[in-house]
């Protein structure tokens, strides 16, 4: 018999086909192999094109001044940077200037690399970029939200091959997200009074063990009770925080070792995947707030959404989230 | 300047990224041709094939006696037809048992027609056995929500060519849809109290004008100011009601023509794109709803959801509202 979930944190219904149920191995995306070289002399991302790219917000160098990781604004920005914020306040046509922050992070000189297989301390870099950019796109007060996201291969939206990650702070607080902060309200003051839903829940999953892919002292990766696809991860800090730039340079490290094991068990698992990534975060602003947690979550993209899943906002998952985990869990690291 | 968008149905933002706006051509999606036979033998929706499907639930039929449109249980359905409701009430561990109906429509006997080209009589067809699909669904006590969708190509999530839509009773009811019915229930209490949301939102497209493809006696096709995507359309019918089941044959008759119409319209506009289409409505028992208003909504395949609109639930829409309903309107229709 099917189970049909819920998500306590999305608010979500998943449905879990596991009278369909696919093995882990079903999931494994033979990919073409194509040999990616380093180096692309064309590629505005790869060192000596950087006056292909907009001029650099931010960099870390080398001890000999060549960069490690930069963020420079997205050529192509949703958004545009320079201007007021005008609000038009019709009736049933509201709309509000398209003000707003679009970088890129580099997150590596090499073309060819990816997280996975990236140094722990390249990795490192990467997450301590994502602090400075978080925390100075929040210092503009045009700013009602910033995500930070990976496309990972082209099915997951990536046009460009060389490693990068995105960061977008716009002028409005997305619909999605005041949803879900709504949930996480009602909870701490009429639910659990006095208790986040996100700390709550992480117990839970921990006491349930059978989720669990791999924790440190900072932060627990597991799959979701109700995962909305295969292998769909979600990584929580223990510690309650709001805000993902109050991080620690020494969390920054737990976070980059679990974040590249992860990455990692989905490299060698399902033959690297092409995967999105998203830093759920609210403002420093908000940091203190005692009802949102900070996290991210990690989706695989070895299932397609279609009509289903538009009209209703519900997935189907065609995987135990206990079969996925395991089979994450069940994978051995090089040493 | 791009502006940011409120959706008052959805509650959604949408970016309008007018600056890197596209013209509707740029989105032709040049597929390769290949020539679909109108009868394969091993498809198990064309004729002569019957037993490879499971026992049909209804049929509309020629006077000889040959099926025209058939609806059949869905071999690999998500849901399981037989067996009681069961809860499970654990805190962060809630599920249901996943009992639900989840049936093909097959809208033609031949395997390589699509809407757009269908005799009218044929869309009509379709469109009655929604409608004693829907009402049938409803009958069963165990369904809380019913959801009628198309995938159309493989980017839509199609997995067999032949002509078909689906229809899927879950047992739940989708937080999606209850997030909008709030904002609906809401604002006719609260904000028009004693309007409809849809009904005064219609009003306000139809005083535009702008953003209209096609309009007849009982249905208007537009697309929505807050598009999510490039020619994304939705069809309100002018009466209010909140179930799609008591649509009358007539209402049948006008639908059929400006859905056919529509998706025409797309065939030739963007050469045969991939596309979701979806019913949304509640149940008959709540048909007689002041705040909801049953609609279609029908999404071009052209442009792809990453890290972002997982992270936010916005979408970035590259092309105008107002240029996507031009294209569509100026498209001349075959005599």
Known sequence: MPEVRLNPITGDWVIIATERAKRPEDFLHKKEKKEIPSFVPTC????????????????????????????VPNKFSALTPVGEIL????KFKQYISGVGLHEVII???AHNMTTALLPLEQVERILHMY????????????????????????????SLEHPH???????????????????????????????????????????????IIEQNDAFVAFTPYAALSP????????????????????????????LKNILLRLYIGLDNPDFNYVVRTLS???????????????????S??????????????TALPETSAQFLRDIVLPA
Not at 60 to 71: A, E, I, K, Q
Not at 133 to 157: C, M, T
Not at 192 to 203: I, P
């Open 44 to 71: 505005p991302f790869c060192p000596g094109n950087e006056d292909k790219t907009p001029t650099e917000t931010h960099s870390f160098r080398g001890d000999d001044g060549t960069w490690l990781v930069r963020s």
């Open 87 to 90: 609000k038009h306040k019709e």
């Open 107 to 109: 997150e590596t000189p």
């Open 131 to 158: 602090r400075h950019r978080l925390l100075a796109f929040y210092e503009d007060n045009r700013i009602e939200h910033v995500i930070i996201f990976k496309n990972h291969g082209a099915s997951a939206g990536t």
């Open 165 to 211: 990650s995105q960061i977008v702070g716009t002028p409005v607080f997305p619909g999605q997200v005041m949803n879900r902060l709504g949930e996480a309200i009602r909870n701490y003051y009429y639910v659990d009074f006095g208790e986040c839903l996100y700390c709550s829940y992480l117990e839970t999953e921990l006491n349930d063990k059978e989720r």
């Open 231 to 258: 292998f769909h991860v979600w990584i929580f800090p223990r510690k309650h925080c709001a805000c993902y730039g109050m991080i620690s340079d020494a969390e920054i490290k737990s976070l980059a070792s679990i």
């Open 284 to 302: 420093p602003r908000g940091a203190d707030a005692k009802y949102f947690h900070w996290y991210i979550a990690i989706v695989p993209r070895v």
């Open 304 to 317: 397609q959404a279609a009509g289903f899943e538009l009209g209703t906002g519900m997935f189907i998952n």
